[in-house]
C-alpha cells in the first residue's frame, strides 16, 4: 500500500511539472503562431536602428518577439543575428532586412560581402538589376555558340596540359622542354579571355 501511494504521489509531480512547463510555453508558442498567421509574403523583417522591425507596405512596425519564418529561418529582433534553415548564421546590417520566404536582402555591397566573410571596397557599388528581360532568340544561340566555344577551348587546353604533365613525369633527370606546350597554353588563355 506504501508503494502504491508512493508511486501514484511520484507520478502526480510528474503530470503537475508538465502541466507547469506546457503551461509557461503557450504564451511563447501562441505569439510564434500569431507571427506566422498575420505573416503576408510581402512582408520584410528590416535591420533599422539597431533592431529589427516589420515592414510592410510603408509602415513599420516595432517587434518585441523573435521571429520564426515558415521555412525555419529564425531572425532575432534585438540583434538582428539569423540563423537559416541550413544552420549558416549572418547578421543584418542597417538596411538589410529578411524576406518572409526567408530569404536576405543587403543594402549594401559592404553587407554583402560581410555576410560572405569577404570584404568589399568602400566605394563598390551593386551592378545593375536585371528586370527579367527576355533575351532574344538570336542572342541565347549567341551565347550558347560562346559557350560551346569556350568548352571546346578548355578540352583542348586540358589536352596539353595532361601532355604537359606526361612529359614532366617521366623521371628523366634532365627536365624536358615543355616551351612549345606553353606556348600553345598561353595562346589557348588568349582565346578563352577573348570569347564570352
Request: net charge positive.
Amino acid at each position: 500500500m506504501k508503494k502504491l501511494t508512493s508511486l501514484l504521489l511520484v507520478i502526480g509531480a510528474c503530470l503537475t511539472t508538465a502541466a507547469a512547463a506546457q503551461a509557461q510555453n503557450a504564451p511563447a508558442q501562441a505569439a510564434q503562431q500569431d507571427n506566422q498567421r498575420e505573416l503576408q509574403s510581402t512582408d520584410q523583417f528590416v535591420m533599422q536602428n539597431g533592431s529589427v522591425v516589420k515592414r510592410r507596405g510603408n509602415q513599420t512596425v516595432g517587434l518585441s518577439q523573435n521571429v520564426r519564418l515558415p521555412n525555419g529561418t529564425k531572425v532575432n529582433v534585438k540583434s538582428g543575428i539569423v540563423e537559416l534553415p541550413g544552420g549558416k548564421i549572418t547578421t543584418l546590417k542597417e538596411g538589410d532586412y529578411v524576406r518572409a520566404d526567408g530569404s536576405i536582402v543587403y543594402a549594401t555591397p559592404q553587407s554583402a560581402a560581410a555576410a560572405r566573410g569577404e570584404t568589399a571596397p568602400a566605394d563598390a557599388k551593386f551592378g545593375g538589376v536585371d528586370q527579367g528581360a527576355v533575351p532574344s532568340t538570336a542572342e541565347a544561340d549567341q551565347r550558347i555558340a560562346d559557350l560551346g566555344r569556350r568548352v571546346d577551348l578548355m578540352a583542348q587546353k586540358l589536352q596539353l596540359l595532361n601532355q604537359k604533365i606526361s612529359l614532366l613525369s617521366q623521371g628523366h633527370p634532365k627536365l624536358p622542354d615543355t616551351s612549345q606546350l606553353d606556348s600553345q597554353i598561353k595562346a589557348l588563355d588568349e582565346q578563352l579571355r577573348s570569347v564570352k
